[in-house]
Nanobody
Framework: QVHLVESGGGLVQPGGSLRLSCAAS????????ISWHRQAPGKERELVAA????????IYVDSLKGRFTISRDNDKNTVYLQMNSLKPEDTAVYYC??????????WGQGTQVTVSS
């Protein structure tokens, strides 16, 4: 059974940093690409970053390039999203996700990130 658990969210001041973690179980983690998404209030969920099985990573939102980094530790079955220089517009629920069985997308429960002074 695929299980994704996000952690590391919280309240941070503008300019601060957070590292989100996505702990995975129930599938062969090292063979799976993992992505981070976020959903701000009143907005659609958007793809933030993804990392392949070969550790190739990509940030998909231009405003996040240079501030966010995605990485993975296959020994710990965990993917990280390092978020630096956070801005109020980064406030959202952050989800990790993976696709299995060709087309079935699985989601974690999400972790709230609030950037506010």
């Amino acid at each position: 059974q695929v299980h994704l658990v996000e952690s590391g969210g919280g309240l941070v001041q503008p300019g601060g940093s957070l590292r989100l973690s996505c702990a995975a179980s129930g599938f062969t983690f090292s063979h799976s690409a993992i992505s981070w998404h976020r959903q701000a209030p009143g907005k659609e969920r958007e793809l933030v970053a993804a990392i392949s099985t070969f550790h190739t990573s990509q940030i998909y939102v231009d405003s996040l390039k240079g501030r966010f980094t995605i990485s993975r530790d296959n020994d710990k079955n965990t993917v990280y999203l390092q978020m630096n220089s956070l801005k109020p517009e980064d406030t959202a629920v952050y989800y990790c996700s993976t696709v299995r069985d060709g087309s079935v997308r699985y989601w974690g429960q999400g972790t709230q990130v609030t950037v506010s002074s």
